[in-house]
């Protein structure tokens, strides 16, 4: 994830969640941004680069492997950490061999075909045991009117007795903490009822 806001000289640091506001049902003038522009304050890429890092994911360390379909952690396509390959809930391979089990005309639940940067290293969630959780502490210090910027993709594999997907109730939530106050959440993320994995 990133993390972006306007430097200022103060060390007073505060958490804004701007969810939008409904269109205007008259039409007006063009609103003047008077705002300053957006810097970026804190990050971890996982492809090389940090920003105000004080501890964050370590792939080598903090990575989980079930063995089998199930992965918590950090790869890229071209270099994946299981020596069987992207799992196949993550991989869409009905054109093109991207898990490396061969082609599968009826896969239904993968997201990463064969347009995807191969070399793009992305935090991959599959078929994880209840309760994982990764954290990141930046340091945002001199920063006010913080945003979350985190680029995300998922589909909605709900659980049934054929398909073993998340469970209607299991979710995926990003939580905050600025200097210590009260936890926010950010977003919280559930399967949607999509037996066609469309969605």
Same mark, same amino acid.
């Given at each position: 994830g990133t993390g972006g806001g306007s430097q200022y000289p103060? /060390?007073?640091v505060s958490l804004t969640i701007d969810a939008g506001s409904a269109p205007a049902l008259t039409s007006a003038a063009p609103a003047i941004n008077t705002q300053p522009p957006l810097v970026l304050v804190a990050a971890q890429n996982f492809d090389g680069g940090v920003k105000n890092l004080i501890s964050g994911f370590n792939p080598a360390t903090d990575a989980w492997d079930s063995l089998s379909n199930g992965f918590f952690g950090v790869g890229s396509v071209a270099n994946w950490p299981q020596t069987r390959g992207l799992p196949a809930? @993550?991989?869409d391979s009905t054109v093109f061999n991207i898990a490396t089990r061969g082609l599968n005309l009826v896969d239904d639940c993968g997201i990463f075909g064969q347009n995807r940067d191969m070399q793009d290293a992305f935090f991959c969630v599959?078929? @994880?045991p209840d309760n994982?959780?990764?954290s990141w502490s930046f340091d945002v210090s001199g920063? /006010?009117?913080l945003h979350l910027s985190i680029s995300m993709g998922g589909i909605s594999d709900y659980h049934t007795e054929t398909k073993k997907g998340y469970y209607n109730q299991d979710s995926i939530v990003f939580s905050v903490d600025v200097d210590g106050c009260s936890t926010q /959440?950010?977003?919280?993320l559930n399967a949607a009822e999509d037996a066609t994995y469309s969605t």
């Open positions: 103060s /060390t007073a809930n @993550v991989a599959s078929d @994880v994982s959780e990764a920063y /006010t009117s /959440t950010a977003f919280s």
